[in-house]
């Protein structure tokens, strides 16, 4: 069940969950700049949206359970020339397929990814203002030589964050706290 915690909190790490600053500048009032029709058709790989830098609590529910306990984030200053979409980085991923584009209520990213053994093929809607909420709508299925019987084949998961404000001193950035 591990695994699959970790593969979920993939589509988080996308959105910069964990950043510790490496995500680009901007918000989304610099996704507008571009209409979303011209993205759309050219795959905009280029997008920097990112959540505004600080603390932020974010509430996960999958589609067949409730909502869990909310987390609260610490988000840093963007870095610049990356992006809050960029494929994960996490130790012992790698993703054959990376494709975003800006769609008329937000952003959609699509992934194809491998962790441990296990391929997840997923979707994801980003919807929200980043300075004062998003919202994630994530579709995964997974298969591969590692995934137990036990494990979800197909899972949903909407997750939903807000801004709260400053991160507290003793919070740095990329820190998650339940």
Request: hydrophobic fraction near 35%; proline fraction near 7%; aromatic fraction near 2%.
């Amino acid at each position: 069940m591990r695994r699959v915690a970790s593969l979920a909190v993939t589509g988080l790490l996308v959105l910069g969950a964990c950043s510790g600053g490496e995500k680009a500048e901007g918000n989304a009032a610099a996704t507008s700049e571009k209409s979303a029709a011209d993205s759309a058709s050219s795959g905009d790989t280029d997008i920097t949206a990112n959540p505004k830098p600080g603390l932020w609590e974010m509430t996960m529910a999958s589609a067949n359970g409730p909502a869990g306990k909310p987390i609260r984030t610490c988000i840093g200053e963007p870095k610049p020339g990356t992006s809050a979409f960029a494929p994960p980085t996490s130790p012992g991923t790698t993703c054959a397929r990376h494709d975003v584009k800006r769609v008329a209520d937000g952003v959609q990213v699509d992934m194809e990814c491998t962790t441990e053994g296990i391929q997840t093929v997923s979707t994801m809607m980003v919807t929200g203002d980043f300075n004062s909420s998003f919202k994630n709508e994530m579709k995964m299925t997974m298969s591969g030589a590692n995934l137990r019987a036990s494990m979800p084949k197909d899972m949903a998961m909407t997750t939903e964050a807000k801004y709260l404000g400053a991160c507290p001193a003793d919070m740095k950035p990329g820190e998650v706290r339940m």
